[in-house]
Nanobody, 115 residues
Framework: QVQLVESGGGLVQPGGSLRLSCEAS????????MGWYRQAPGNERDEVAE???????WYADSVKGRFTISRDNAKNTVYLQMNSLKPDDTAVYYC?????????WGKGTLVTVYS
């Protein structure tokens, strides 16, 4: 089994920054990609950013230029640096790992941007 543990969520004012972390542990045979999704109340879970094994990254249009995804392969950890946060960024953020045979999900960390 693979476990994903997110951290770094919290309360922040508009324009502020947060850094989310997600550490993967357990029986990790291979990692094709790791990424972040978010889900606001009443909304679907949407992908925010992804980094594949070769290092290529992808971002949702809504976060381009503000969020940066990075990965420490030695620690099996993925990060999401979030700058210039807006109230619309308020959501539960979930870490996702694309393994050889299936996807894994963390339990989520809440980010609240309030004014």
């Amino acid at each position: 089994q693979v476990q994903l543990v997110e951290s770094g969520g919290g309360l922040v004012q508009p324009g502020g920054s947060l850094r989310l972390s997600c550490e993967a542990s357990g029986s990790i045979s291979s990692i094709n990609a790791m990424g972040w999704y978010r889900q606001a109340p009443g909304n679907e879970r949407d992908e925010v950013a992804e980094i594949v094994s070769g290092g290529k990254t992808w971002y949702a249009d809504s976060v381009k230029g503000r969020f940066t995804i990075s990965r420490d392969n030695a620690k099996n950890t993925v990060y999401l640096q979030m700058n210039s946060l807006k109230p619309d960024d308020t959501a539960v953020y979930y870490c996702n790992l694309v393994g050889r045979f299936r996807n894994y999900w963390g339990k989520g960390t809440l980010v609240t941007v309030y004014s």
